[in-house]
């Protein structure tokens, strides 16, 4: 985990911000670090969604969410993730990573964020993610349940757009309990 220390710093801040609820916009406020960058001076592609974990981080400290899911044994993880580069960030450039989580479908909850310079959408990505327990995974049911408890209003409609929802299928590897040969 190589921006270890920035995310021990994004949740020590975060117990200092305002709070949030879970349908709102982060905002964490970067600089383009050497950590960062590649030989072309700029963001290396990979490195984006490492810096875009920090911003999933702080709305869900903020929310409550890193707290609630701490307690009950849950953890995040990704299982899809797109990107869309449309300038670079160079070297040493402040930036920030506006974060917001859009909705479900069946299997997942979906966040889109975003690189921003000047007001100016560098690039942007829609991560598909679940929760996991000892158990397996949490249905969506309970994320949302959990999410009213906290006391935050949940919206009529979660659902993302079919474009996403054909994104991830389209692109899902087989279950971890089903076979997936290594065959081109």
């Given at each position: 985990m190589h921006v270890i220390f920035r995310t021990l710093l994004i949740l020590l801040r975060a117990r200092r911000r305002p709070s949030?609820?879970?349908?709102?916009?982060?905002?964490?406020s970067l600089r383009a670090l050497p950590t960062d960058i590649d030989i072309a001076r700029h963001i290396n592609n990979g490195q984006y969604f490492s810096l875009f974990d920090l911003g999933r981080f702080d709305l869900m400290a903020r929310s409550g969410m890193w707290a609630l899911m701490r307690r009950r044994g849950w953890s995040p993880v990704v299982q899809s993730e797109q990107i869309t580069f449309r300038r670079s960030v160079t070297f040493m450039t402040r930036f920030e990573i506006h974060t917001r989580m859009i909705g479900f479908d069946e299997k997942c909850f979906y966040f889109e964020q975003r690189a921003v310079v000047d007001g100016e959408i560098y690039v942007r990505a829609h991560i598909a993610g679940r929760l996991l327990s000892a158990q397996g995974p949490v249905a969506n049911e309970d994320i949302i349940e959990a999410?009213?408890?906290?006391?935050h209003e949940v919206p009529e409609d979660l659902t993302v757009s079919e474009e996403l929802?054909?994104?991830?299928r389209s692109s899902a590897l087989p279950s971890a309990r089903k076979p997936a040969p290594n065959q081109w």
């Open positions: 949030m609820t879970p349908w709102e916009s982060s905002v964490v999410i009213r408890e906290l006391g929802q054909t994104w991830r």
